[in-house]
C-alpha cells in the first residue's frame, strides 16, 4: 500500500481542477476525484481543495449523468463527507452542507440513494443527523439553516421518518444526542420557516407590486422552501402518529406535548393564511393546496384542534384548486382523513353537510375510482372516500339530510362500474353497502330517470347486490369476517328496498 502525502494530494487536486477546466471529456476525471477523496484528512487544505473541486465538478457536469453513471462511488464520498460534516467546526462544515444539501436533494439522486441504503456501515448518517444539529442550533445565516433543513428533509426522504429520532451512536463523538433533540430543532426550525414564508408569500401576493418579474420570481422562490418545510413537518406528524420510528426509541410525554404545541401553532399560522387568501378572493395556487395537505395531516391526528376556525374555513378549503386543477379535486382529497374522522360523529356529519362537504367528497370518490384515473390502485384514498360517505349515509336520517338524486346516481354509475371488473370481496363489499344505503331513500323509478342512468348501468348494480348476497351466503373466510358489518348493511338494506328495484331483485333471486 502507498501512502500519498498531503502536499502530493494538494498537487494533485489542483492538476485535476485544471483538467476539469480544460477537459472536453469531463466525465472521465470524475472517477478519480472520488478515489482522491478518501484520503482526505479533517482540516487538511487538501480537504478543503477538494469541496471547491467537487463545487466546480456540479457546475459542469449535470447531475443526472453523476448519478447514474457513479453512484456506488458518489455514496462513498457522500458517506465520507458526512463524517467530515458532523466533526468540523470551521467554515468547511457550510461548506460540505451545501454539497450535501445539492447532491442529495437533487431530483436525479435516486440511483445515489439505492447506494447510500444498501451501505453497509450506516454510521454516515448518524453523521448527518449530528451536523444538521450543530447547524439548527447554532446562530448561523438563514440561508444555512434553511440548507439543513433541505438536507434533513433528504435524509427522511432516503431513509424513513425513523432517522429523525434515531438512538444510534458514533465512536468519534463525545456526547450523543438526546433522542427528541434533532425532532424538536428541525420541528422549530420548520414552523419559524412555514410562518416566514407565508407572511413574505401573502405580502408579495397582495400588497407588493404586481408589475415586476422580479417578485413573481421571489414568489416561486418562496413557495419552494415552504415545500421543503411543509413536507418535514408532514413527516413529523408521521412520527407522532406512530408514537416513535423505524429503528428509533418511543417519544416522551413531554416531547410530544411540545410537538403538539408547536403543531398546533403551525397550524394557526396556515389558517390565517388561507383566511387572508379567502378575503382577497383568492383559491387557485399550489401554495394554497400545500396548505390544504398539511392541516389535513395534521387535523387527521387531532381533529379537535382549531376546530371553530377550521368550521368556519371549511367551505373555502374544499374549494381550493391546484394551478393545474379545473374543479377542486385534492383539496377535498387531502381532507378525506380529518373527514373520516369527523363523520364518525353525527356532529361531524352535519358540520359536512352544512358546507355541501358530502357532495364534494362524492366527486372526488367519483374521481378515484374512475377507470381512467391515475389513482385507480389507491387503495387507501379510495377506502377513505368510501368510509366518510358511509358514515354520512349510516347517519343521514339523524341529521336530516339526504344526498340528492343528482349525486346519487352519477356516485351508482361509478361504484357499479368500479366492483364490475374485480373479484376483490374488500371492494364489492364496501359499493355493495354504500349502493344498499343509497337505495334505502330511492327507486328504480327515480334512479332511471335521471340523465346519463341507463339500463346497462342498472344490469350492473344488480350484479353487484347479487354477487355481494351471494358471498354472504357462503361460508366466510377469515378476510370476509372483516367486512361482517358491511354484510349485515347489504342484507338487512335488501330486505327493505328490495321490492322498489324490481330489476336487482330478479337478479338476485334469478
Known amino acids: 500500500m502507498i501512502l500519498t502525502p498531503i502536499y502530493s494530494l494538494r498537487s494533485q487536486f489542483l492538476l485535476l481542477s485544471v483538467v476539469f477546466r480544460r477537459s472536453l471529456h469531463r466525465k472521465k476525471w470524475f472517477p478519480k476525484f472520488l478515489f482522491y477523496w478518501k484520503f482526505c484528512r479533517r482540516g487538511s487544505h487538501s480537504l478543503e481543495l477538494s469541496m471547491r473541486l467537487m463545487q466546480l465538478i456540479l457546475s459542469k457536469l449535470p447531475l443526472d449523468i453523476i448519478n447514474t453513471e457513479y453512484p456506488l462511488e458518489l455514496s462513498k464520498m457522500v458517506a465520507a463527507m458526512a463524517r467530515q460534516f458532523a466533526v468540523l467546526h470551521t467554515a468547511l462544515k457550510f461548506e460540505a452542507l451545501r454539497l450535501l444539501s445539492a447532491i442529495l436533494s437533487s431530483k436525479y439522486a435516486a440511483p445515489l440513494h439505492d447506494a447510500l441504503r444498501s451501505v453497509s ?38 431513509l424513513g421518518e425513523g432517522w429523525l429520532i434515531d438512538q444510534k451512536n458514533v465512536p468519534d463523538v463525545q456526547n450523543p444526542l438526546p433522542v427528541d433533540r434533532c425532532l424538536l430543532l428541525v420541528l422549530e426550525s420548520s414552523r419559524v420557516e412555514v410562518a416566514v414564508l407565508l407572511n413574505d408569500i401573502a405580502y408579495l401576493k397582495y400588497e407588493a407590486s404586481k408589475s415586476s418579474s422580479t417578485t413573481a420570481e421571489t414568489i416561486l422562490l418562496r413557495q419552494r422552501d415552504l415545500a421543503i418545510a411543509f413536507s418535514l413537518i408532514e413527516k413529523i406528524i408521521k412520527v407522532i402518529s406512530n408514537g416513535c420510528g423505524e429503528g428509533g426509541g418511543p417519544i416522551s410525554e413531554s416531547t410530544l406535548t411540545k410537538v403538539i404545541t408547536q403543531l398546533n401553532e403551525t397550524t394557526d399560522v396556515v389558517l390565517e393564511f388561507l383566511q387572508d387568501a379567502k378575503e382577497h378572493g383568492k383559491r387557485k395556487g399550489d401554495d394554497l393546496l400545500a396548505s390544504v395537505r398539511i392541516i389535513g395531516s395534521y387535523l387527521a391526528e387531532a381533529p379537535s384542534a382549531c376546530k371553530e376556525k377550521v368550521r368556519e374555513l371549511l367551505p373555502y378549503i374544499l374549494s381550493i384548486e391546484g394551478e393545474e386543477e379545473q374543479r377542486p379535486f385534492y383539496s377535498v382529497r387531502f381532507l378525506l382523513p380529518m373527514l373520516c374522522q369527523i363523520t364518525m360523529k353525527s356532529q361531524g356529519c352535519k358540520v359536512l353537510a352544512s358546507v355541501g362537504g358530502h357532495k364534494a367528497v362524492v366527486e372526488c370518490l367519483v374521481k378515484l375510482i374512475d377507470a381512467n384515473s391515475p389513482m385507480m390502485d389507491d387503495d387507501a384514498t379510495i377506502f377513505l372516500a368510501c368510509d366518510t360517505i358511509m358514515n354520512f349515509l349510516l347517519k343521514r336520517e339523524e341529521i336530516g339530510v339526504q344526498l340528492d338524486a343528482s349525486s346519487s346516481a352519477h356516485l351508482l354509475r361509478a361504484l357499479a362500474s368500479w366492483a364490475d371488473d374485480t373479484d376483490d370481496p374488500s371492494i364489492i363489499m364496501m359499493a355493495s353497502s354504500i349502493c344498499s344505503l343509497i337505495f334505502d331513500s330511492t327507486s328504480e323509478e327515480v334512479i332511471l330517470k335521471q340523465p346519463g342512468f341507463e339500463n346497462h348501468t342498472l344490469s350492473g348494480l344488480s350484479r353487484l347486490i347479487a354477487r355481494s348476497l351471494a358471498t354472504c351466503g357462503q361460508e366466510m373466510s377469515a378476510d370476509a369476517k372483516a367486512e361482517i358489518d358491511l354484510h349485515e348493511i347489504v342484507t338487512a338494506g335488501y330486505a327493505r328496498w328490495a321490492p322498489r328495484f324490481p330489476h336487482i331483485k330478479q337478479a338476485v333471486e334469478r
Open 121 to 158: 456501515n450506516d454510521s454516515w448518517a448518524t453523521y448527518m443527523r449530528i451536523g444538521i444539529v450543530a447547524v439548527l442550533q447554532d446562530r448561523v445565516a438563514p440561508s444555512d439553516k434553511l440548507q439543513a433543513l433541505i438536507l434533513a428533509e433528504s435524509m427522511m426522504s432516503l
